[in-house]
Nanobody
């Protein structure tokens, strides 16, 4: 049974940092990523990483501020978020893909999802 369990969310002031973690179990994946959803908005892509390749790709809105990384030995995905802004406030979801014809920035590319962790950035 596949499980993705996120942690690390919380409340932080603008300009601060948070690090999200996602522990994956049950199988290995080709790509893992982070998405977020703010109240009243669509779920949006944040970043992705090739599990074996390490190739990363970011949404323009977080490029230069967020870093996605993974620890293959621990089956853990990370999202280091620096210089946080109030507009980064959202529920952040970890996602995993075993392969898809959809682009990695498309939520439909991902087979498995975590339960989400709330990130709130105060101004």
């Amino acid at each position: 049974q596949v499980q993705l369990v996120e942690s690390g969310g919380g409340l932080v002031q603008a300009g601060g940092s948070l690090r999200l973690s996602c522990v994956a179990s049950g199988r290995t994946f080709i790509v893992m990523g982070w998405f977020r959803q703010a109240p009243g908005k669509e779920r949006e892509f944040v970043a992705r990483v090739g599990w074996n390749s390490g190739f990363t790709y970011y949404a323009d809105s977080v490029k230069g501020r967020f870093t996605i990384d993974r620890d293959n030995d621990k089956n853990t995905l990370y999202l280091q978020m620096n210089s946080l802004k109030p507009e980064d406030t959202a529920v952040y979801y970890c996602a995993a893909s075993s392969g898809s014809s959809y682009h990695d920035s498309d939520a439909r590319a991902y087979n498995y999802w975590g339960q989400g962790t709330q990130v709130t950035v105060s101004s």
